[in-house]
């Protein structure tokens, strides 16, 4: 069995769920026959991706249930499509008469398409790639630098984000700054700037 360090845990955490969550497996050390994955069927996936989706593998969009995809967003389940399409023993293979590769079935597909047009709606998971950034982080980030013995980490790395900081965050402040601004510390002996 092929091993891959990012995509092992996608395809452990789907064996749990396909054995029925009876058995554990570790994300490091667990192994699977071809004849195991060889059993897995398109309709696997989509219970499975419906269980990420959805919180629920017999998910129903219609009413009255009227689930919607609000645990998980579409680029997430083509990541662990990838990532599971990376141990089937046919992957290069599409999936015809119960053969190939069940990740490129119409079901599995359909289901990504699905999940899509619901985040284009605004009825599916938020997107969490961008958010502002908490003082909490930012002060943070700021000491575990400034605790670094070299150069850059201690003195320029802080200097440059606290001066992005009220370049970008503080527009008052940033009317109050000379044109000689900013200057070397005077703590420092010698400045090195790099390129």
């Given at each position: ?29 667990a192994t ?92 599916g998971c ?70």
């Amino acid at each position: 069995m092929p091993f891959k360090r990012v995509y092992h845990p996608k395809l452990c955490r789907f064996m749990e769920f396909f054995h029925g969550y009876f058995t554990t497996y570790d994300n490091h050390t667990a192994t699977f026959t071809w004849e195991e994955l060889l059993e897995i069927k398109p309709i696997d996936i989509k219970r499975f991706f419906g269980l990420l989706a959805y919180n629920d593998p017999d998910y129903n969009i219609h009413p009255p249930s009227n689930h919607r995809p609000t645990y998980c967003r579409s680029s997430s389940l083509e990541t662990y499509k990838k990532g599971l399409s990376y141990y089937v023993p046919h992957r290069t293979v599409p999936w015809v008469n119960d053969v190939g590769n069940p990740m490129r079935s119409a079901e599995v597909n359909d289901l990504i398409n699905e999940i899509k047009k619901f985040e284009v709606r605004g009825e599916g998971c938020q997107s969490s790639a961008k958010r502002p950034i908490r003082e909490v982080e930012f002060r943070k980030t700021l000491e575990l630098l400034r605790a670094q013995p070299s150069f850059d980490c201690k003195y320029k790395y802080p200097f440059l984000f606290t001066w992005q900081h009220h370049l970008i965050g503080q527009l008052d402040n940033c009317a109050n700054f000379e044109v000689s601004d900013p200057h070397g510390h005077p703590e420092l002996t010698m400045v090195r700037f790099h390129p």
